[in-house]
């Protein structure tokens, strides 16, 4: 059973325009989550974070948003760079230590 | 700079010859992770070190083992590699799990032929 879920597989934006990447999860028990970004050959790096405290965490370009009714985050990149291109990994953590994923989202960022 | 090594990057083996990963840190991190990602899935947690205590994820099968030797270094041992197991195997760390970020390496991906 898949507890955190990316439903798009890909997207597609313009350069300087807004990226939007969405997870779903079902877990209610998940109280913190992470947006990590994987470039192709390497291993996934963290982009940013938030607690289940917040709805809201900016950093730079980069700002993800918690729903806690709708078990929806979502990451938001503005304006998209061609060095976003890469794929994002939505993940949650549950318990102590353990660190769940969704599939990813292959963003592509037209020049 | 203090980063994840894991090596071999690439590892291919036969089917049913049993295959080691490495994994080494110098973050001098407590916690230690391998995680299985196949195609276009999600990456799934294997099990973790924290310190010397291991922890064994429910469903990892018995084929995978894992050692800790010490704090810098984790390997993944495959005892009986079968086709369903070619995939990347991601090492990560984090100070202390709990919200600590992880840090992961760059993989290595196993074939099995």
């Known amino acids: 059973d898949q507890q955190v879920k990316q439903n798009s597989p890909s997207l597609s934006v313009q350069e300087g325009r807004i990226s939007i990447l969405n997870c779903d999860y079902t877990?209610?028990?998940?109280?913190?989550f992470l947006w990590y970004k994987k470039y192709p050959a390497e291993g996934p790096t963290f982009l940013i974070s938030?607690?289940?405290?917040?709805d809201k965490n900016e950093d730079g370009r980069f700002t993800v948003f918690l729903n806690k009714s709708a078990k929806h985050l979502s990451l938001h990149i503005v304006p998209s760079q061609p060095g976003d291109s890469a794929v994002y990994f939505c993940?949650?953590?549950?318990?102590?230590?353990?660190?769940?994923f969704g599939q990813g989202t292959r963003l592509t960022i037209n020049p | 700079d203090a980063m994840v090594i894991q090596n071999p990057r690439y590892q291919v083996t036969q089917f049913g010859k049993p295959v080691t990963l490495s994994c080494s840190q110098t973050?001098?991190?407590?916690?230690m992770y391998w995680y299985q990602q196949k195609s276009s899935q999600a990456p799934k947690l294997l099990f973790h070190?924290?310190?010397?205590?291991?922890?064994n994820e429910a469903d990892t099968p018995d084929n995978f083992q894992s050692r800790r030797p010490n704090t810098s270094f984790c390997f993944l041992d495959i005892r009986s590699p079968g086709l369903g197991d070619a995939a990347m195997y991601l090492c990560?760390?984090?100070?202390?799990?709990?919200?600590?970020?992880?840090?992961f390496g760059p993989g290595t991906r196993l074939t099995v032929l």
């Open positions: 990560a760390t984090s100070r202390s799990g709990q919200e600590d970020t992880q840090y």
């Open positions: 973050l001098n991190h407590n916690v």
């Open positions: 993940a949650a953590i549950e318990g102590a230590q353990k660190l769940v």
């Open positions: 877990n209610s028990m998940f109280d913190y």
């Open positions: 938030i607690s289940s405290i917040k």
């Open positions: 070190y924290y310190d010397k205590d291991f922890n």
